[in-house]
């Protein structure tokens, strides 16, 4: 295995421990220190609450990342389709271990926030990133879809 996949496969596999961790541990104590009314909700409303607080934490990531990648990134700028994507895979790879994170919290928590077209929506994703993450190609197509979650934290507010 040679050096970019080593380091695709760890962002994955870090980055879908690290937003399990968030959404088990680190957002119940932080949203109980920061907002004292977190621990009066109900437990329905604390997965709820959660789910938001790990999407609006995933969305900041690659949104950073890819607006890096999308103004600075040499490689991915100068030839779109086939240029060297090996930040946009990792940037990719986040993604992509948070979209598994998240549909394991679908499933886990079917009855709060189960939801048949976000399974459909992290699929469809999740095998479109597959693409990029096997093939290298569109890498810059993938990277501009990431940007749209930078929308995601105003969207998590509601």
């Not at 870090?14 to 920061?34: I, M």
């Not at 790990?54 to 990342?65: K, N």
């Not at 990134?73 to 986040?94: F, M, R, Y």
Request: aromatic fraction near 18%; hydrophobic fraction near 50%.
């Amino acid at each position: 295995m040679d050096t970019n996949t080593i380091l695709v496969i760890s962002a994955g596999f870090t980055s879908f421990f690290t937003f399990q961790l968030l959404f088990h541990f680190v957002s119940y104590w932080f949203s109980a220190k920061v907002s004292p009314g977190f621990n009066n909700l109900n437990f329905e409303k604390k997965i709820e609450w959660n789910s938001r607080v790990v999407s609006t934490c995933h969305s900041l990531v690659v949104g950073v990342i890819g607006l890096y990648i999308f103004l600075f990134d040499e490689a991915t700028i100068a030839d779109p389709l086939w240029g060297d994507p090996s930040l946009v895979k990792v940037n990719i790879a986040i993604a992509s271990g948070y979209l598994i994170s998240d549909l394991l919290i679908l499933i886990w928590y079917w009855k709060v926030i189960g939801d048949k077209y976000f399974i459909i929506h992290h699929c469809t994703a999740l095998y479109a990133y597959y693409f990029v993450l096997r093939d290298g190609v569109l890498g810059y197509i993938g990277n501009f879809r990431l940007l749209a979650e930078l929308s995601s934290p105003f969207v998590n507010q509601r």
